[in-house]
């Protein structure tokens, strides 16, 4: 489906994520933030977003652990940045697909 | 799902009685999820859940192979069928225990999930909550400097029930 975002028209899931990574720009980015009621993004989400989007075209699955240890952020500094579902939200905001897996 | 009608699960709390690997682990699974998903979570360590908690032995909880009867050759990773019951008799020789045991920890980690002490500083840090029971603590004679420094408090039951308040808590018994 189709949905407004950032002025433009952007193709999403029935969940909100986009369909197309291409698509994305950090403009894209804020508004969506904005959505999930992060408010305005510092250079601290945008650095982690980056390297979410990074690992995910590299075909690494996700996880909060991963995260943990890659030394862009920590685990209690990452559920400080995006409060309410850390991974979920913040694969939204970066425009990439739902992360699937239990850790 | 129709999101007008249905509630979703504000907070769970989970009680681990159990002190074996296979005991405690769906547990921490269970809480670290629920962080995941935004929602709050409570850990109850009780009787032989509360190893779990103990510094001397959280890095050493075990799979049973003995009066286990859902393992079976397939499970420590044998390779042969499920259908083929792993005999207690061979559970009972020294060793197995310990073979089983490190055979699940290896594929837990191909999977990423973390070794005991790193997955309660993780459900620390994301917020979650982890109680010792003061009963267990008394039954066993550990001391508060027995246990990890992410146990956030030790409770009696009452106090574990009256931070159960509030709407959608879920109480698991794991």
């Known amino acids: 489906m189709k949905k407004q975002l ?69 685990i209690k500094e990452f559920y400080d940045l995006f409060p309410g579902g850390p991974l979920k939200k913040a694969s939204k905001i970066a425009g990439i697909p739902k992360p699937v897996g239990c850790i | 799902m129709n999101s007008e009608v249905s509630k979703p699960v504000k907070k769970v709390m989970i009680v681990v009685s159990r002190g074996s690997l296979d005991g405690v682990y769906p547990g921490l699974i269970l809480a670290n999820g629920a962080r995941m998903e935004g929602i709050e979570a409570s850990m109850f360590f009780t009787f032989f859940g509360l190893n779990t908690l103990v510094k001397k032995t959280m890095h050493s909880l075990k799979v049973s192979t003995v009066g ?46 973390p ?39 030790i409770l009696t039951v009452g106090q574990f029930y009256a931070m159960a308040a509030g709407e959608q808590t879920q109480l698991l018994f794991t």
Not at chain 1, 29 to 50: C, F, N, P, V, Y
Request: with cysteine; charged share 25%; hydrophobic share 40%.
């Open chain 2, 68 to 113: 286990n009867s859902a393992l079976n050759m397939a499970m420590p990773m044998l390779g042969l069928p499920m259908t083929v019951p792993f005999p207690t008799w061979m559970g009972a020789i020294p060793g197995v225990s310990w073979l089983a045991t490190s055979l699940m920890k290896r594929k837990m980690e191909k999977l990423n999930i």
């Open chain 1, 6 to 74: 950032a002025g433009r028209e952007i193709e999403v899931n029935e969940e909100g994520y986009l369909l197309d990574p291409n698509q994305w720009d950090e403009s894209i980015a804020q508004a969506l933030a904005q959505e999930e009621s992060i408010g305005a993004l510092t250079d601290s989400h945008m650095k982690l977003i980056r390297y979410l989007r990074e690992q995910q075209s590299k075909g690494v699955a996700l996880t909060i652990r991963g995260i943990g240890k890659s030394g862009v952020t920590t």
């Open chain 2, 115 to 153: 070794p005991v002490g790193e997955f309660l500083e993780m459900i620390s840090d994301s917020g979650g909550k982890l109680y010792a029971c003061k009963l267990a603590m008394d039954m066993f004679d550990i001391k508060r400097e027995d246990l990890c420094d992410q146990v956030d408090d």
